[in-house]
């Protein structure tokens, strides 16, 4: 899911319609005809990204995955995850959605994830975290789609953060030695972890991004209200016998 998130102070009546009008209209994508012939049959990939608006928050959070906190039960969840290669595919079997919060110091992103069977392998730091199933953030606070920053995160908490100076598909090099400094998360399952004899029911990660730690050489001034940035969050669910 691609959403380009503007941070707010407050929700303002004046101020939400605007701020979703800006984030919808600032990425379209238009085509000359004669451009257009490559991307025959892609157009499905090439639907603008939904908005989200990213409340302010003083309340102090505890990073355990339960989102208690009345801020978190204010914030607003996304709609439901789409498959990755749009609307020419069905929609996902299982849930995921999204909410954040931000202060002046820290970016706060949950997620929750509707999963039957919760499993997991990979159980150190920087592990291929995307061997399992896991929930992934990517990072774009100057929006213009290279050095950006991702964070992938299983059902045991296990992180597998990286910097991205350009994608995958202009052959970046992943700079997988970088690490989020004073990253914080937490996860609450609601169900059991590896025993596939019973139905489990979800998933759900916290995490604390410090605002300061997004940045690696390039010109950068931390959020105030109104501020636009890109992030990409991605579902990775294998098809696995249990």
Known sequence: MNIPVTFLQRLSPKL????????????????PAQAQSPFQGL??????PKGYVVQHTSQPLTLDGNLRESDWQKAPWTTDFVDIEGDKKPLPTFQTRVKMLWNDSTLFIAATLQEPQIWTTQTHHDDIIYKDNDFEVFIDPDNNAHQYFEVEVN?????????LPKPYRDK???????????????VAINGT???PQDQDKSWTVEMAIPLKALRMGFPWQPPTEGTQWRINFSRVEWDTKV
Do not use: R
């Not at 059902?155 to 910097?163: E, G, S, T, V």
């Not at 090099?173 to 937490?186: H, N």
């Open 172 to 186: 970046g090099d992943a700079l997988i030695s970088w690490d989020v400094p004073a990253l914080q998360s937490g």
């Open 43 to 48: 157009e499905h990939l090439f639907t603008p």
């Open 193 to 195: 972890l590896n025993q």
């Open 16 to 31: 939400l319609p605007a701020a979703w009008l800006s984030a919808m209209l600032g990425l379209g994508i238009t085509l």
């Open 155 to 163: 059902a045991i908490n296990k992180i597998f953060d990286l910097y």
